[in-house]
């Protein structure tokens, strides 16, 4: 992925397949640049560990058209916003566990025994991320790249 300076995370992949709402681009390491290959990259680097990564990517023209228009092994390329990332990112890793610290601060205010305070950081852990995960169930759309070329 570079960033292209227009607030978007852009990465380039190779057409592998097709659904019914959009294509499956493949964005394996062997397309990766050299900082995401060693992982130090935007990120991609860190999730393609294996050797093919496969990302279903939504097509605004219906499927019939969708192979004339992007055959197999051409080039696309997707992007994902930089403000949508953020956000994910806050969803999934800050707003669970300031959930956790704050119960678990309110269990010692009221002179929980450390044990109970420990038991209730990672049961609030556990409820807000599953809550999470129910609330966002038909809302991920928003998150996953868009096809730009």
């Known amino acids: 992925m570079s960033d292209a300076g227009c607030g978007a995370l852009l990465r380039v992949g190779k057409v592998a397949g097709y659904t019914d709402t959009g294509l499956i681009v493949d964005v394996s390491l062997s397309g990766a640049c050299q900082r995401c290959a ?82 209730l950081f990672f049961s609030a852990l556990m409820c807000s991320v599953l809550a999470l995960k129910y609330l966002l169930r038909e809302r991920m759309e928003r998150f996953r790249p868009r096809l730009v070329s």
């Open 38 to 119: 060693e992982g130090r990259g935007c990120g991609m680097g860190l999730l393609a560990r294996r050797q093919q990564q496969r990302i279903i990517v939504f097509a605004s023209a219906p499927r019939p058209s969708l192979p004339a228009a992007y055959p197999l092994n051409s080039d696309v390329t997707i992007a994902l916003p930089k403000r949508q990332l953020n956000y994910l990112t806050l969803l999934i890793y800050v707003i669970p566990l300031l959930l956790a610290l704050l119960v678990a601060g309110a269990a010692s205010l009221l002179d929980a025994r450390e044990w109970l305070s420990v038991a």
